[in-house]
């Protein structure tokens, strides 16, 4: 690879090797790999620092169940197993050497298969065990949020009830202020989980917001 | 994650070289001790050999070889057998050792034969002294290696900083850089040069020394993280998600406003904002 000048032309050339080494994600946006499984996008994130010398690989989902209108970083993991045995940071520099390795060890760790149809089960699993992690408990709400969607929009209400009960009991009350408070949350989570077909319009006008058509897709089953 | 803190960061534990207690870590350690004793061979041993002249050690030539030849060969296969006992050693290793430890047994064993002890006799006494240096050698291994496990251990087990204070030693080198970044340089372009440096360091830190759940330069809009430089979001300097905390860097002379720290509390599930200057 040749190392090119502009701030660009970098975000570029480094969106195109990685898209290179894991060829079932399509390329988003520079720096951002993703694929459509459904209600989610999921993919690899080359997030970068103001310095723009640096970047930091990681693996995310972004659930389309939400009104948002941009992408946003939920499941947002670097898996352990190579947590402490490669860079946590890709500098510029290094990239042309350490890139294929990262890519491929990212690709065969991720949390949630890349390269195949998911079930609502495994997602779910997923968001579980991002819950018991740090980053999870510290975003725990709006995990809980897309786990609450994710169910409802399959009309599995009871599990959403279950999840939505999860929340309540596990998240601190100062942290539903996005949502204007506790109470509010629980009457849209409840109006929400009585009515999937909204959510499914919600799916498609996001997907649309997002122009996600171009990406590669593949299926997310109940079970 | 946390393995350095066994899994509980709440207890604070730094093993870094941010932390001054380092340098006590190595002062007397078993390294240090080794090589005072290896200075001490030379000066006491070595040193007085080398300066009887080359005319003793001439005829005794064949002796030395053939020794070193013998007691490497035996110093390898016991230190091979004790190395494989320890796990902190291991067989290939304690062969290693055993057999460096046979040959320089070896070799004194030739070098101090009596004139006219025949090749034979200087490879039998050779491999008595290799077994011999190489068991002591592999056994030495074995009690510095369990030494070095017990010193981590108690590192480990050594209080030093929390997250916060972390955050603020990293601040003060940042600050004391100033002088390194130039005085041609305007306020803003020094201060995004103490912030960058101070994030690198931070980076530098948990990658070496174990993830602290401290996030340096993480953007976040409406209560989700996102990418850097969606439109709309903020971007917080440090993050410790052990504590719903923000750290806010300062460098210069404006201080956190309170329309800031609004602003990381709509858009980011932090709990707490701290304004964070060098000291």
Partial sequence: MNTPSTVTGASAQITRDWADQIPCLGIYKPRQLLKRCGPLLIGIALDRDSSNDKYRPTFHVHCLCIKKGYLTLSLLRYPDEILNTLPRYIHMRDHANQYREVASAMAAHSPL??????????????????LETPGGIFAALSHYHEMIL????????????????????????????????REEFVSLMISQIEAPSA????????????????????????? | ??????????????????????????????????????????????????????????????????????????????????????????????????????????????LLSEPGTTVEESIR???IAGAIDGAIGAFGSAYRSVGKAAD?????????????ELVQEVANRAGTRAERFGNNLSPAALGTKQHRYASNLLERYQTRYGDRGLMSE??????????????????????????????????????????????????????????????
């Fill in chain 1, 113 to 130: 298969p890349l390269s195949r149809n998911l079930t609502l089960v495994e997602v779910l699993e997923a968001y579980d065990e991002y």
């Fill in chain 1, 150 to 181: 994710l169910a409802a929009v399959f009309g599995e209400s009871d599990i959403a009830t279950s999840i939505l009960n999860r929340c309540l009991a596990q998240v601190a009350h100062s942290k539903f202020r996005f949502f204007g408070g």
């Fill in chain 1, 199 to 223: 959510i499914h319009e919600i799916v498609e006008h996001e997907a649309s917001t997002l122009k996600v058509d171009c990406l590669p897709q593949s299926a997310l089953h109940l079970s």
């Fill in chain 2, 1 to 110: 994650m946390y393995r350095y803190v066994s899994g509980n960061p709440l207890r604070y534990w730094d093993p870094f070289g941010l932390c001054p207690l380092e340098a006590i870590r190595y002062n007397g350690s078993a390294e240090q001790a080794y090589f005072e004793g290896m200075r001490g061979i030379r000066q006491d041993l070595v040193d007085p050999l080398v300066d009887n002249s080359i005319e003793y050690v001439k005829p005794r030539l064949d002796n030395i070889v053939a020794g070193a030849g013998a007691g490497g060969v035996a110093g390898a296969g016991v230190g091979t057998t004790i190395g494989a006992m320890f796990a902190g050693v291991g067989a290939g290793p304690g062969a290693l050792i055993g057999g460096l430890s046979g040959i320089v047994g070896g070799a004194i064993e030739g």
């Fill in chain 2, 125 to 127: 006494d050779g491999a």
């Fill in chain 2, 152 to 164: 981590t251990v108690a590192d480990l087990s050594r209080p030093v900083r929390s997250n916060a």
């Fill in chain 2, 218 to 279: 993480v953007s976040f809009l409406n209560g989700d993280k996102v990418v850097y430089g969606t439109p709309g979001s903020i971007r917080i300097d440090v993050l410790d998600i052990t504590s719903d905390t923000a750290f806010d860097f300062k460098f210069g002379a404006s201080g956190l406003s309170p329309t800031r720290v609004a602003n990381i509390r709509q858009h980011s599930p932090v709990e707490s904002v701290w304004e964070i200057r060098p000291e």
